[in-house]
């Protein structure tokens, strides 16, 4: 399976720490893509890293790639209760004509506490 | 807002009831995928288009379902002799052109809630 996994599958913190949110997957990839996903919405994009890079910073955000260990990190600084969401990640493989097929986790549900 | 939108937003159905999604992908992205997603589960792929090419498929969209993009623009799915299993949100998804060897950013909608009673 090309699928990915999230650890952990639930993370509880409090208002103004640190969220790390870790990914693995299993065959080589063209890039990975974070989404973030409130309860009954669609995903919002994060960040997009390529696979030669091994990190992306956006905001709060700093997210880490290690091809050489499949894994990449999610991390988000002084969380906010509006953090509060399931984190994927994707992993992402051409398909056909340069078009691209997202495969996800199961995703980390993030709870901020205010 | 991402600038995907799909209608309905909500749809419950009686079991054997035929379903039909729209979605509108944002307006220069010529590559429009659906995803499905299940309660606790990360999006699953279902299918893909570049303009009105219906080009991969994925082995979880049975006969009973059918994807179409007529001109390129917007797109649909259809479910038909809906059953139980086929509750989940469907997602819809676009991107741009293909410009080099990374890849896009892939935008989503808000999905499409199907329950089937």
């Known amino acids: 399976s090309q699928q990915g996994e999230e650890d952990p599958q639930a993370l509880s913190i409090q208002e103004g720490e640190n969220a790390t949110m870790n990914c693995s997957y299993k065959?080589?990839?063209?890039?990975l893509q974070w989404y973030r996903q409130n309860s009954g919405r669609g995903l919002v994009h994060l960040i997009l890293i390529r696979s030669n890079e091994r990190e992306k910073h956006s905001g709060r955000l700093r997210v880490t790639l290690d091809t050489s260990k499949k894994s990449s990190s999610l991390l988000i600084t002084a969380s906010r209760a509006a953090d509060t969401a399931s984190y994927f990640c994707a992993t992402d493989y051409f398909i056909i004509q340069g078009a691209q097929k997202l495969v996800f986790g199961q995703g980390t549900r993030l709870t901020i506490n205010p | 807002d991402t600038g995907v939108s799909q209608d309905p937003r909500h749809k419950i159905t009686k079991r054997g009831q035929n379903v039909t999604f729209r979605c509108d992908p944002i307006?220069?992205?010529?590559?429009l995928y659906w995803y499905r997603q299940t309660l606790g589960q990360g999006p699953e792929f279902l299918t893909y288009?570049?303009?009105?090419?219906?080009?991969?498929k994925s082995r979880l969209l049975s006969d009973r379902f059918s994807a179409e993009r007529p001109k390129g623009s917007f797109s649909t799915l259809e479910i038909q002799r809906t059953e139980q299993g086929d509750s989940a949100m469907y997602l819809c998804?676009?991107?741009?052109?293909?410009?080099?060897?990374?890849?896009?950013?892939?935008?989503f909608g808000e999905g499409s809630w199907l329950t089937v009673v």
């Open positions: 998804a676009s991107s741009q052109v293909w410009t080099g060897a990374s890849g896009n950013t892939i935008y």
């Open positions: 065959t080589s990839i063209n890039n």
């Open positions: 307006s220069e992205h010529n590559r």
């Open positions: 288009f570049q303009n009105e090419a219906q080009l991969e």
